[in-house]
């Protein structure tokens, strides 16, 4: 038996962060968009004008846990509020805000993430979705 696995490409990424930027555009938002593979490791990067060091770094560490562990930012926060201890918040490097989402293909494969900061959360978590809505056709 043969597996195929599959990766994300450059050329998808720029597709997510030129609609991320848009969806910010529109909005007159400063956003950062990191996007890594789904190892973690930064595979493309984009800082808008205007933003500030905490974005650098929350953008990333929202792409890392959506890499990490393959649901939403958003839907991790959710669940580690319905476990005792809220055990998710004493991971090395695991953020609980909106705006990182994983990436997965249509047949289930886990290909990355992207992560989203410079806004508040829900809106970070809006432009991070127009990312993923653009490549749609290309899962």
Same mark, same amino acid.
């Given at each position: 038996m043969t597996l195929t696995v599959k990766a994300i490409s450059l050329d998808m990424c720029k597709i997510i962060a030129d609609a991320s930027e #848009?969806?910010?555009?529109? /909005?007159?938002?400063k956003i950062v968009i990191a996007i890594l593979d789904n190892h973690g490791s930064l595979k493309y990067y984009r800082r808008m004008d205007g933003n500030n060091f905490i974005s650098v770094r929350m953008a990333q560490l929202k792409a890392f846990t959506a890499?990490?562990?393959?649901?939403?930012? /958003?839907? %991790?926060? #959710?669940?580690?509020?319905?476990?005792?201890?809220?055990?998710?918040?004493?991971?090395?490097?695991?953020? %609980?805000? #909106?705006?990182?989402?994983?990436i997965i293909t249509k047949d289930g494969q886990h290909i990355g993430a992207i992560g989203i900061s410079g806004a508040t959360p829900e809106l970070d978590g809006l432009c991070a979705q127009a990312g993923l809505d653009a490549i749609h056709d290309l899962l």
């Open positions: #848009e969806a910010a555009l529109k /909005k007159n938002l890499a990490s562990i393959p649901i939403s930012t /958003k839907a %991790l926060a #959710e669940r580690n509020q319905k476990l005792p201890n809220g055990p998710y918040m004493s991971v090395p490097g695991i953020v %609980l805000l #909106e705006g990182g989402l994983p």
